[in-house]
């Protein structure tokens, strides 16, 4: 498995997040050496990497990815130096926009709470908190956290009030 350009494209911190449970599970791992081919011999498929090396391999699995196009960022002033847009606490960027964020439902709120995909809610919501933007597939129950969390942290009063107390 090659990883050679995960870190330039995730950072150090997130690719551990990928890499960890690949190696935790047996998985060797040739960083920073890429795949040239593969040949079909007598005895199986051979991946041939770009140092010379060979791996015997039953099963290859090609996945391909892009490098970020950074340019509209920077020219819009943001801070890319980590290799991702920079923000402060509230999520918000140095030119005052909102970051988006988008984890609803993804393959890591399902690792960090060992749910499948039809139970990954709570945890999309938990991982939206604090951001300014955010993209979800189940609107209302998400609408409905934002809503609450404003009401909570004093920016939004009651939809309605009452006089009584449940």
């Known amino acids: 498995m090659s990883l050679s350009g995960a870190a330039q494209v995730l950072g150090d ?8 449970p690949h190696a935790d599970h047996g998985v ?3 960083l920073g050496v890429g795949a040239t081919g593969t040949e079909v011999r007598h005895d199986g498929r051979t991946v041939l990497l770009d140092d010379g090396s060979e791996l015997p391999t039953d099963v290859v699995v090609v996945g391909v990815g892009a490098l970020p196009r950074t340019e509209l960022a920077e020219a819009a ?4 130096a980590a290799g991702a847009v920079a923000s402060d606490a509230a999520l918000r960027t140095r030119t005052g926009w909102p970051v988006l964020m988008a984890p609803s439902n993804k ?17 999309t919501l938990a ?12 609107v209302r ?3 409905h956290v934002v809503e609450m969390a ?15 107390i449940a």
Request: aromatic share 6%.
């Open 13 to 20: 911190q997130v690719g551990t997040v990928f890499r960890d």
């Open 28 to 30: 060797a791992l040739r």
């Open 77 to 80: 002033g943001l801070d890319l």
């Open 107 to 123: 393959t890591f709120v399902g690792e960090m709470l060992d749910v499948e995909l039809e139970d990954r809610l709570a945890g």
């Open 127 to 138: 991982a939206r908190d604090g951001a300014a933007v955010c993209r979800a597939h189940q």
């Open 141 to 143: 129950p998400t609408w």
């Open 150 to 164: 404003a009401g909570i942290n004093g920016s939004r009063p009651p939809a309605r009030t009452s006089v009584w």
